[in-house]
C-alpha cells in the first residue's frame, strides 16, 4: 500500500498544525518552495546587473523617440531591433575605441559645464562610439542621413550661412537655438564664421572608422581658432603624448552642452572645433 513519508520537521509541523492529509502535504512540499522560488526569481531580476539598467534608462531618457523598452541586458528599438547593452568583454584602449559596446560608450563621464580641468591621458569622453547605434538612429549609408538633413541658417542675423543637419532627434531645431544663442553675442563671432561642417559621410582621419559627420549631428566651427591633436602632433597614433591647447571660449561651448552636445575639446585628443549630439553623456 502507497504511504506518504514525511520529512522530520514536516511531520512535526503537520502533526501539530493539521493532522495528517494529502492537501497538507502538497502545500509543504510542492506549494510553498515553489511560491518561494518564484518570488525570489522575481526580486532578482529586478537586482541583475544594475549597471545595465541604469545605462539602459540613460540611454532611452536621452533619445525618447527611438525605444519602446529595454530587458536585462537588452535595449529595443521600436521596430523591435534588439541591441546588446553590455557584451561582458573587457577591452583595451583600443579595442575600446574599435570595437565597443552600448556600455562602453557611457563608461566614461563627460566633464559637463564651465572650469572643467584640462583632459588628462585616457580621458576622451564621447570618444568611444558603438558604431551599430549612430548607423541605426541616423542612418546606415550616406544616401539614408541625406534623406533626413534639413537646411538651417547659422547665425541669421550676422552670417546667415546655410548648413545641413538632420532632423533626426529635432536636431535641426536644436542647432537652429543654438545659432540663435550665439547672434546674441558678436564678441564670439571670429569663432563662429567660416564653420568647417557638419554632414560628411567620411571616416576619421587615420581610422577605419566612421566620423560623427556622417551622422548630420555634428558640427565643426571655424578651424583658423581650433586645435586638433593630429594637426599639432603631425601624428595619428593615439599613444602620443599631447600638450593641450584651446581658443575656443567656454560661453560657446556651455550653449552647445545646453542642447545636448559635447564639445572634442574636452577630450585629451582635443578637436575643439567639434561638437556632437551625445545627450547620453551630459
Ligand atoms: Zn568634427
Redesign the pocket.
Known amino acids: 500500500m502507497f504511504r506518504f513519508r514525511f520529512c522530520s520537521f514536516c511531520a512535526f509541523l503537520v502533526q501539530r498544525l493539521c493532522g495528517f492529509g494529502l492537501y497538507y502535504w502538497l502545500i509543504f512540499h510542492i506549494f510553498l518552495p515553489l511560491s518561494f522560488f518564484f518570488a525570489l526569481s522575481f526580486l532578482s531580476s529586478f537586482q541583475q546587473s544594475p549597471a545595465a539598467s541604469v545605462g539602459i534608462k540613460k540611454i532611452m531618457e536621452a533619445y525618447p523617440d527611438h525605444f519602446q523598452k529595454a530587458s536585462e541586458n537588452i535595449l529595443i528599438w521600436k521596430d523591435g531591433t534588439q541591441m546588446v547593452f553590455d557584451d561582458g568583454l573587457q577591452k583595451s584602449r583600443q579595442e575600446l575605441l574599435e570595437s565597443p559596446d552600448l556600455e562602453d560608450q557611457l563608461a566614461m563621464p563627460y566633464p559637463k559645464g564651465e572650469n572643467t580641468p584640462p583632459p588628462k591621458k585616457g580621458e576622451d569622453a564621447g570618444r568611444i562610439r558603438y558604431e551599430p547605434f549612430f548607423r541605426k538612429m541616423y542612418g546606415n549609408t550616406a544616401a539614408e542621413v541625406q534623406q533626413k538633413l534639413a537646411e538651417v541658417v547659422w547665425l541669421p542675423k550676422t552670417l546667415k550661412i546655410k548648413l545641413k543637419v538632420t532632423t533626426v532627434n529635432d536636431i535641426h531645431k536644436k542647432i537652429t537655438a543654438i545659432s540663435e544663442a550665439l547672434d546674441e553675442k558678436p564678441h564670439l563671432k571670429k569663432y563662429l564664421q567660416n564653420p568647417a561642417?557638419t554632414f560628411n559621410w567620411r571616416n576619421i582621419s587615420g581610422t577605419n572608422r566612421l566620423?560623427t559627420?556622417s551622422f548630420g549631428m555634428?558640427i565643426?566651427l571655424n578651424v583658423a581658432h581650433s586645435h586638433y591633436w593630429q594637426w599639432d602632433s603631425k601624428s595619428k597614433d593615439e599613444n602620443i603624448s599631447l600638450v593641450y591647447r584651446n581658443q575656443i571660449p567656454m560661453e560657446i561651448v556651455l550653449i552647445f552642452e545646453k542642447y545636448g552636445f559635447i564639445w572634442?575639446g574636452k577630450w585629451y585628443h582635443y578637436?575643439t572645433?567639434?561638437f556632437e549630439y551625445r545627450p547620453e553623456l551630459l
Open positions: 561642417g566620423s559627420h555634428t565643426d572634442g578637436d572645433m567639434h
